[in-house]
């Protein structure tokens, strides 16, 4: 294995003159070189020392090893089938928790009947569907992002490297961001530098810079205060393996990275080509976590930081639990783990639970029940989500109107980690009240909120179920500011239509999920 004339091929790793040429990871960013890995001894020293690394791009060196392999081991125009067998099981066990790697090697040798030439197509062939599989499941990510996240340019954040160093080419979730960026939605991407080898400072933020995405590198420690902070809108990372359950094997770190985000309310996604899932895996419990060496740990440039009889604990990758998902994207589809979550949009599917009874309470009203919302568990959990991402760090409370805005905010509330404050008619709360009143059809009505119950210069999201006029969030909205605190935007599940309550509140960040007639 030695190091090539330097140049930027299109593509982290192909076929060149009787061997594998990659570029060597390790040497970024500070040089870019490329190896050549002529022998199945060079290629498997390659994945284990991380010159080549990345379940995608470990999976195609894979195919091309079984291609070294039958090169090395025909003559007389025959192949020893045992021994190129013998050296796809030791390509197979070079890294044990991506699946891509066996998958790699499982499918070139597929091909070995045909003879060398076959496997080195076959690997080829593999290198290109991997190009176009990174570019769809990119655009769909980047879809789903828009959707999730509309309107506004987006502080993403990723861990440990998803690009085309990652991959053939193009990449995964960074591929995801750098479409997000191509259409302008990105304000800056934080980058954690990813324990212990920084794949993360040496390599996403290299190919962010390449591109002139705006970036700011993230010590992984600080990942979840940056969130805390409002710092981060979505949070896109990779796979090496994911089990039928949706749980999810990928680079030490990812799993407390999914913890901060549902504490925070933010997506988390994963992009993954097809080839990583392990539909023959139950959950993630029967995923191998490999472990590195200590002094990774250890040691810095070469010079010990730590005690020498300190012992390690040095796991490359770690597990995500399916719940804490917000989508797996590959590049056929779009799969939501977390119970409740469905393909159809949301206001879909609350117009089509909403009932309708003519003539109730009296004659020529048409009331619109919302009691089956309520009856679903999975579109209330769904709906505070999408609320909870719309205001993602722009919000420090929830104030639900009586009563059944009662739901939707109490969810809201727990979902976000913040309080909840009660917004009751008159009567119906204790001690000292702010109280404000509010015109209806025929008469008025009048609001009350505990005194000191909304702290001043907070940010407070009003929520209700059904807007018609306004009056009722409007006035609200004007207790919020009484109390001094901001006003950061109201949600309703359902609008009528026809009433201009959407008038009332133009001042205000309006969020309806759903818009049914009066």
Not at 146 to 174: F, K, V, W
Not at 189 to 196: F, K, L, N, Q
Not at 273 to 289: K, M, R
Request: net charge negative.
């Amino acid at each position: 294995m030695g190091a090539a004339t330097p140049r930027k091929p299109g593509f982290s790793l192909y076929w060149e003159k009787d061997a594998v040429m990659a570029v060597d990871q390790r040497a970024l960013p500070h040089a870019f070189e490329l190896l050549r890995l002529d022998s199945v001894d060079t290629l498997i020293a390659a994945i284990q020392n991380l010159a080549v690394r990345g379940a995608p791009a470990i999976g195609l060196a894979g195919a091309f090893g079984v291609a070294l392999s039958a090169r090395a081991h025909h003559a007389a125009g025959a192949v020893d089938d045992t021994a190129v067998q013998a050296d796809a099981a030791r390509l197979a066990a070079a890294r044990p928790t991506a699946v891509n790697l066996a998958w790699g090697v499982r499918r070139a040798l597929g091909r070995l009947p045909g003879g060398p030439q076959a496997v080195l197509d076959e690997a080829m062939q593999m290198v290109a569907e991997d190009a176009a599989v990174n570019a769809a499941a990119a655009r769909r990510a980047a879809e789903l992002v828009g959707s999730l996240l509309p309107d506004r340019p987006l502080r993403l954040l990723t861990h440990c490297n998803t690009g085309r160093l990652a991959t053939a080419a193009g990449g995964t979730a960074l591929g995801a961001i750098l479409k997000l960026a191509h259409h302008s939605r990105v304000a800056q991407v934080m980058v954690d530098e990813t324990r212990p080898l920084l794949q993360g400072a040496r390599l996403t933020a290299w190919e962010l810079g390449e591109a002139g995405v705006p970036y700011r590198i993230c010590v992984d420690s600080a990942a979840a205060a940056a969130m805390s902070q409002g710092l981060v809108d979505c949070v896109l990372v990779g796979a090496d393996r994911i089990a039928a359950n949706g749980d999810t094997a990928n680079k030490i770190g990812t799993y407390g990275l999914a913890l901060a985000a549902a504490r925070h309310g933010i997506p988390f996604i994963v992009v993954a080509p097809e080839s990583t899932w392990d539909h023959d895996l139950p959950d993630g419990s029967g995923v191998a976590i490999e472990e590195r060496d200590p002094a990774e740990v250890t040691t810095y440039a070469g010079t010990a930081v730590a005690p020498a009889e300190a012992s390690v604990f040095n796991p490359a990758f770690d597990v995500t639990p399916a719940e804490l998902i917000t989508a797996v994207v590959t590049e056929d589809r779009v799969v939501r783990p977390r119970p409740g979550h469905h393909e159809k949009p949301l206001r879909h599917r609350i117009a089509e639970l909403v009932k309708e009874f003519p003539d109730y309470p009296k004659a020529s009203i048409r009331y619109q029940d919302l009691s089956p919302l309520y009856a679903d568990p999975g579109l209330l959990a769904d709906a505070s989500e999408h609320a909870c991402n719309h205001f993602s760090g722009r919000f420090d409370r929830v104030v639900a109107v009586e009563a059944r805005g009662f739901a939707l905010g109490a969810v809201m509330a727990a979902r976000a980690g913040v309080p909840l404050t009660l917004v009751r008619k008159p009567g119906k709360l204790p001690g000292e009240v702010q109280s404000v009143s509010y015109a209806l059809e025929y008469g008025e009505d009048r609001l009350e909120v505990q005194q000191g119950a909304i702290a001043p210069g907070e940010r407070v999201v009003c929520v209700d179920d059904v807007l018609a006029t306004g009056g009722t969030l409007r006035a609200t909205a004007e207790l919020v500011e009484a109390s001094q605190a901001k006003v950061a935007g109201a949600v309703v599940l359902v609008t009528l239509s026809g009433l201009l309550g959407a008038a009332q509140l133009q001042r205000y960040d309006l969020l309806s999920l759903c818009e049914v007639a009066a």
